[in-house]
């Protein structure tokens, strides 16, 4: 399916990367303020999810914390519908941990718990491990892009993949969203997607380099026009099928994986973006210095 107006992508380029730009320092600024929510994967101590037959108040498990000697500081407890989250600041001890289950099914007989528990060395590999694998597949993306296409491709591929892993990140930190390890899956799962479809758009871009004659820089950015064009409800069907099924499970999944759904559903909206707006955009402000422009072409003299 296309649609029968072509739309100016080059002529919207400058408010996108604007507002792209906003963006960035916004959430440069935030992560600075803020820093980010590290959940328990990331962080040294123990998180107890308690399943309920009932709904409970945070000020109902807060003598739960006395009775094991935890102090209100030390601890933050998140209630919801019938469950309820406390993640320790510091790694509970057997005895602790015993004492809690006890404490906590006086509130309801019928309590179940799941314990995870992470150490302060554990924490930091955990959180290297994380950016390692960030950074190698960046790397790895702009490898295959450079030998599959040219190097102004693979150099606009990766600004779009890291705009969209930023965006993340930083609307994690503005609403102090939890950062675990499925947080991690879900970026790395981004940047697949979003790289699929910049791939795709590339890979017409090329295509239509090689049976058309580019001779100013105006012609470039029709081809671009066209190309965009010619992949816009492809890309958009295929986002878009991915977006639904992320906001389903974001609706109705467990806990275990809400953040990793949530952060699906964010990505997907900023990759079908940068691949429009960002990542063909950029390859055109690196190909036009291959070009003239129309306007200083003098006419030769007869």
């Not at 709904?55 to 407890?77: R, Y």
């Not at 591929?157 to 609403?175: E, G, N, P, Q, T």
């Not at 390890?181 to 890979?203: C, H, K, M, P, Q």
């Not at 010619?230 to 977006?243: E, G, P």
Request: contains cysteine; glycine residues 4%; aromatic residues 12%.
């Amino acid at each position: 399916m296309h649609f029968k107006r072509e739309f100016d992508f080059v002529k919207l380029s400058k408010p996108a990367f604007i507002f792209s730009i906003v963006l960035t320092i916004a959430g440069i600024i935030a992560l600075s303020a803020f820093g980010l929510n590290y959940g328990v994967d990331f962080r040294a101590g123990s998180n107890v999810d308690v399943k309920l037959s009932k709904n409970v108040t945070a000020e109902e498990i807060q003598p739960v914390l006395s009775a094991i000697g935890v102090a209100k500081e030390d601890a933050h407890i998140t209630p919801g519908d019938q469950r309820v989250n406390i993640r320790f600041t510091k790694v509970l001890q057997e005895d602790q941990d015993e004492k809690l289950k006890a404490e906590i099914q006086k509130l309801d007989k019928s309590a179940s718990f799941e314990i995870n528990t992470v150490d302060p060395e554990m924490a930091k590999e955990l959180g290297r491990n994380a950016i390692y694998a960030v950074l190698i597949s960046c790397i790895g993306i702009i490898i295959y892009v450079s030998i599959r296409f040219e190097w102004r491709f693979a150099l606009a591929a990766i600004v779009a993949l890291l705009h969209d892993a930023f965006m993340v990140v930083a609307i994690f930190s503005i609403f102090r969203l939890e950062v675990s390890l499925t947080f991690i899956v879900a970026v790395l799962t981004i940047i697949g997607y979003s790289i699929n479809d910049t791939i795709v758009i590339f890979d017409r871009i090329r295509e239509n380099l090689r049976f058309g004659k580019q001779k100013t820089r105006e012609d470039l950015a029709k081809l671009l026009n066209h190309s965009v064009n010619q992949m816009l409800m492809r890309s958009l069907y295929t986002a878009f099928t991915v977006f639904i099924a992320a906001f389903f499970l974001f609706l109705f999944g467990g806990e275990s994986i809400k953040m990793f759904s949530l952060a699906m559903v964010i990505g997907l909206i900023f990759g079908a973006y940068s691949s429009i707006f960002i990542a063909s955009p950029l390859w055109l402000l690196f190909k036009y210095k291959q070009k003239p422009n129309r306007k200083a072409v003098k006419p030769s003299k007869a």
